[in-house]
């Protein structure tokens, strides 16, 4: 596929709700890369660098973080973004790698924009500072009801973090904001079913990568 950041290198995200299967498409996507004999940088957000994993912890599982206010989770959100675009995205696109990230600018557009109701204009401004330019060349939303993406958690058995405690409305919301944001970046942002068995998936996400 053609890629329209500098270096050669491609930039790919995964984005959608808790539960809807990122981190087993991102697994699946890179072993594909491998079968072809690259070895992509996966990345995850918030997180990715020394600063941006203690912010993640921050805004995931600290104590201290049920006091943020919506303004402050986004600037924080952007924040680690920043530093993992400039410290380790940025260059690794410039050597030429694939870079494959579990969140990006998206989830800031919808779950801080129109979740908790930031206005879209500040959401992107900030966005825009911290991407600094560097933008996704793909990004793949896999979109799942919630109750689908509940049992996944359910079964999995971890503890919700402080944004996995918020309301079925806040849920709807981030479901219906990632729609509305593909359907206004149809080229750049793909959707795909994410109720369709994993295999199925990844097979409509090689198609478009290689
Ligand atoms: N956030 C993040 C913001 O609010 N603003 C931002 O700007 C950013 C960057 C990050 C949190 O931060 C918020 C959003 C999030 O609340 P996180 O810990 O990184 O949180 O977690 P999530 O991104 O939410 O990811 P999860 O790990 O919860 O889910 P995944 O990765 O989407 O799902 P996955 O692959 O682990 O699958 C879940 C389960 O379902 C099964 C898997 O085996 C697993 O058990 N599964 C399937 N089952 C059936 N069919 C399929 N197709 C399946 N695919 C996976």
């Known amino acids: ?59 995931k599982h600290a104590p201290e973080g049920d006091a943020l206010t919506p303004e402050a989770e986004l600037l924080l959100f952007a924040a680690s973004r920043a530093q993992l675009v400039r410290e380790v995205i940025r260059p690794a696109l410039a050597s030429g790698r694939a870079v494959i990230c579990d969140r990006f600018l998206d989830s800031t557009t919808v779950y801080q924009g129109v979740a908790r109701r930031i206005p879209p204009e500040e959401t992107a401004g900030i966005n825009a500072f911290a991407v600094g330019g560097c933008l996704p060349d793909t990004t793949f939303l896999l979109d799942l009801d919630r109750a689908a993406a509940l049992e996944r958690l359910g ?21 219906r904001g990632y729609l509305d944001a593909a359907a206004r970046e149809p080229a750049r942002i793909r959707v795909l079913d994410a109720s369709e068995p994993p295999d199925v998936i990844a097979g409509k996400i090689v198609a478009a990568i290689f």
């Not at 498409?25 to 020394?50: D, K, Y």
């Not at 999995?156 to 709807?172: H, N, P, Q, V």
């Open 155 to 175: 079964a999995r058995g971890e503890e919700a973090d402080r944004i996995e405690r918020e309301s079925e409305e806040f849920f709807a919301a981030v479901r």
């Open 1 to 59: 596929m053609e890629t329209s950041t500098s270096g050669g290198g491609i930039f790919i995200t995964f984005e959608g709700s808790e539960g809807c299967g990122k981190s087993t498409q991102i697994r699946l996507l890179a072993e594909a890369f491998r079968a072809r004999g690259r070895e992509p940088l996966v990345l995850r957000e918030p997180g990715g660098t020394s600063a941006g994993e203690v912010i993640r912890h921050l805004l």
